[in-house]
């Protein structure tokens, strides 16, 4: 299995950027698949972006796509999220998630291992 640890989010105006991290630890992360989700309190956790095992395909939200920038280092064993021109509905809790099998991405049912969160908040 792989434990995760997310961490880079805070309070950002409109407008500004936003690096996330993911650490992962355990059974070699090269191994996995990754993702990004979000969730407000109250709403269904959404999802945000993915990426293959050797970063050569990535599969993002409408939402989110041409602002944000899913990528992974292998040999650090870490997940990315550059989040650019963030605006106050990007504000929510930021997850990053595991599977090593592929399947249906946005689905969260589908990923089995999943960070702790970081809270990300964008202020008009």
């Known amino acids: 299995q792989v434990q995760l640890v997310e961490s880079g989010g805070g309070l950002v105006q409109a407008g500004g950027s936003l690096r996330l991290s993911c650490a992962a630890s355990?059974?070699?992360?090269?191994?996995?698949?990754m993702g990004w989700f979000r969730q407000d309190p109250g709403k269904e956790r959404e999802f945000v972006a993915a990426?293959?095992?050797?970063?050569?395909?990535?599969n993002y939200a409408d939402s989110v796509k041409g602002r944000f920038t899913i990528s992974r280092d292998n040999a650090k064993n870490t997940l990315y999220l550059q989040m650019n021109s963030l605006k106050p509905e990007d504000t929510a809790v930021y997850y990053c998630?595991?599977?090593?099998?592929?399947?249906?991405?946005?689905?969260?049912?589908?990923?089995?291992?999943w960070g702790q969160g970081t809270q990300v908040t964008v202020s008009s």
């Open positions: 998630a595991a599977n090593l099998a592929y399947g249906p991405i946005p689905d969260p049912q589908f990923w089995r291992y």
């Open positions: 355990g059974r070699s992360f090269s191994a996995y698949f």
């Open positions: 990426i293959s095992r050797s970063d050569s395909s990535t």
